[in-house]
């Protein structure tokens, strides 16, 4: 069953609904994939056909703009599934994915996922509701690019990457994200990101290590992002 019945993946999204012969179904016609940092799963406008399951690694959703910046809208980790939107509405991706360290991932074809839709009244539930959250956390994030500060937008990030990522061993932020990308979490220039993160570090919030970032005073990051 090549470890399906144990995968994160199906811990912690719909396919915890599967059971054990649709598992063995899903082991079966699955495809594991390497995806090495800065690696595509898929581009935007692509056809997808199916469902990656992140077993490893982080990755990012995002769009290009209209200025030709990247704007990202989600960080993923290991435990998601990635493309079930466009499936389900049978539209091409209007997102990028992108592994920002490098990512183990599984695709499952639309046709399994389909057959599981119309045998297991729960998968289909847990998948709709996975698919609307992802919804909800959209609207909010448009909502926080209009309603907060840049700023507040930044620290907002920092506390959030430390919450669903956590330390490294030497107590910086686990995952590295570059200059550009978190400008591109934040929604601003990537020069007015380093001058904000140069700043944060004067204020004692933050210490730049290099290039990494560690949190000096959550409890001050939090009153910022709220205030």
Same mark, same amino acid.
């Given at each position: 069953? $090549? /470890?399906?019945?144990?995968?994160?993946?199906?811990? @912690?999204?719909?396919? =915890?609904?599967? $059971?054990?012969?649709?598992?063995?179904?899903?082991?079966?016609?699955?495809?594991?994939?390497?995806?090495?940092?800065?690696?595509?799963?898929?581009?935007?406008?692509? #056809?997808? $056909?199916? #469902?990656?399951?992140? =077993?490893? *690694? #982080?990755?990012?959703?995002?769009?290009?703009?209209?200025?030709? /910046?990247?704007?990202?809208?989600?960080?993923?980790?290991?435990?998601?599934? @990635?493309?079930?939107?466009?499936? +389900?509405?049978?539209?091409?991706?209007?997102?990028?994915?992108?592994?920002?360290?490098?990512?183990?991932?599984?695709?499952?074809? =639309?046709?399994?996922?389909?057959?599981?839709?119309?045998?297991?009244?729960?998968?289909?539930? $847990?998948?709709?509701?996975?698919?609307?959250? %992802?919804?909800?956390?959209?609207?909010?994030?448009?909502?926080?690019?209009?309603?907060?500060? #840049? =700023?507040?937008?930044?620290?907002?990030?920092?506390?959030?990457?430390?919450?669903?990522? *956590?330390? %490294?061993?030497?107590?910086?932020?686990?995952?590295?994200?570059?200059?550009?990308? @978190?400008?591109? +979490?934040? *929604?601003?220039?990537?020069?007015?990101?380093?001058?904000?993160?140069? %700043?944060?570090?004067?204020? *004692?919030?933050?210490?730049?290590?290099? /290039?990494?970032?560690?949190? /000096?005073?959550?409890?001050?990051?939090?009153?910022?992002?709220?205030?």
């Amino acid at each position: 069953m $090549n /470890k399906c019945d144990q995968c994160i993946v199906r811990q @912690l999204s719909s396919l =915890k609904a599967l $059971n054990k012969e649709e598992v063995i179904k899903l082991a079966n016609s699955k495809t594991t994939y390497k995806i090495k940092k800065g690696e595509a799963l898929f581009e935007e406008g692509e #056809v997808t $056909n199916g #469902v990656f399951c992140v =077993k490893d *690694g #982080v990755g990012k959703l995002s769009k290009l703009s209209a200025n030709g /910046k990247d704007q990202i809208v989600k960080l993923v980790k290991s435990g998601e599934l @990635l493309g079930q939107r466009s499936m +389900i509405s049978n539209e091409p991706a209007n997102l990028t994915a992108k592994a920002i360290a490098d990512m183990e991932v599984c695709f499952i074809p =639309k046709a399994e996922i389909i057959n599981f839709f119309n045998s297991n009244n729960q998968f289909s539930l $847990n998948m709709m509701q996975s698919v609307c959250e %992802d919804l909800k956390e959209s609207e909010n994030e448009k909502i926080a690019l209009v309603q907060k500060t #840049v =700023k507040q937008r930044l620290a907002e990030t920092l506390l959030q990457l430390h919450e669903a990522f *956590g330390e %490294d061993t030497d107590k910086t932020l686990k995952v590295q994200l570059t200059r550009e990308e @978190l400008a591109g +979490i934040i *929604g601003t220039a990537t020069e007015s990101c380093i001058r904000l993160l140069s %700043d944060f570090n004067k204020l *004692g919030l933050i210490e730049l290590v290099g /290039k990494k970032i560690l949190l /000096k005073d959550v409890r001050a990051l939090k009153k910022m992002a709220d205030n």
